[in-house]
T-cell receptor, first 116, second 109 residues
Framework: TAGITQAPTSQILAAGRSMTLRCTQD?????MYWYRQDLGLGLRLIHY???????GKGEVPDGYSVSRANTDDFPLTLASAVPSQTSVYFC???????????????FGEGSRLTVL | GQNIDQPTEMTATEGAIVQINCTYQ??????LFWYQQHAGEAPTFLSY??LDGLEEKGRFSSFLSRSKGYSYLLLKELQMKDSASYLC??????????WGAGTKLIIKP
């Protein structure tokens, strides 16, 4: 089972350019999440979706947008990248819709983004 | 504010036992998670505690004391493959996860 697939694995992006990080899951989980992980900090939630067709803002949503057209896909878009968005981005899913931590989270392998 | 504290790094010897502590100050409590993350890889679920006490799962055990805002992850019979970061996360009263920065565990032969 593939679980969660993220693409690209890594990317270098010029500041001001747009970028979409792709996330696809094959577990039919209702809830999906985007986190960023920075050295010395805990994972921070960017956006989430409890079910297809709905999305919500997490702790650090500014500069990012998401969509959830169907159960499997949850892309994250940076409309105009800035250097502070240099980070490792993790997509995750859960079969619980009761909230972010009410079920085990399954993570993708991460996308390392560098904004110059 | 909400806060999760874990040691930044710990070193232990193969075959030994190590205890990784996590203290938390959050607005409410609805459970505590431990995840393991190998370098360059995704975090994977280890344990979930919502009641006080010790939960044992093979070589790994997790303990919780809600009155003290404290948890620990105990790893026994350490193996080289246990070298990883261990992330503590608390589910607050709004059912939002507050993550610690993680503890990097280095295992030496």
């Amino acid at each position: 089972t593939a679980g969660i697939t993220q693409a690209p694995t890594s990317q270098i992006l010029a500041a001001g350019r747009s970028m979409t990080l792709r996330c696809t899951q094959d577990m039919r989980h209702n809830a999906m999440y985007w986190y960023r992980q920075d050295l010395g900090l805990g994972l921070r939630l960017i956006h989430y979706s409890n079910t297809a067709g709905t999305t919500g803002k997490g702790e650090v949503p500014d500069g990012y947008s998401v969509s959830r057209a169907n159960t499997d896909d949850f892309p994250l878009t940076l409309a105009s990248a800035v250097p502070s968005q240099t980070s490792v981005y993790f997509c995750a899913s859960s079969d619980s819709t009761g909230g972010e931590g009410t079920g085990e989270l399954f993570f993708g392998e991460g996308s390392r983004l560098t904004v110059l | 504010g909400q806060n999760i504290d874990q040691p930044t790094e710990m070193t232990a010897t193969e075959g030994a036992i190590v205890q990784i502590n996590c203290t938390y100050q959050t607005s409410g409590f609805n459970g505590l998670f431990w995840y393991q993350q190998h370098a360059g890889e995704a975090p994977t679920f280890l344990s979930y505690n919502v009641l006080d006490g010790l939960e044992e799962k093979g070589r790994f055990s997790s303990f919780l004391s809600r009155s003290k805002g404290y948890s620990y992850l105990l790893l026994k019979e350490l193996q080289m493959k246990d070298s990883a970061s261990y992330l503590c996360a608390v589910l607050d009263s709004n059912y939002q996860l507050i993550w610690g920065a993680g503890t990097k565990l280095i295992i030496k032969p």
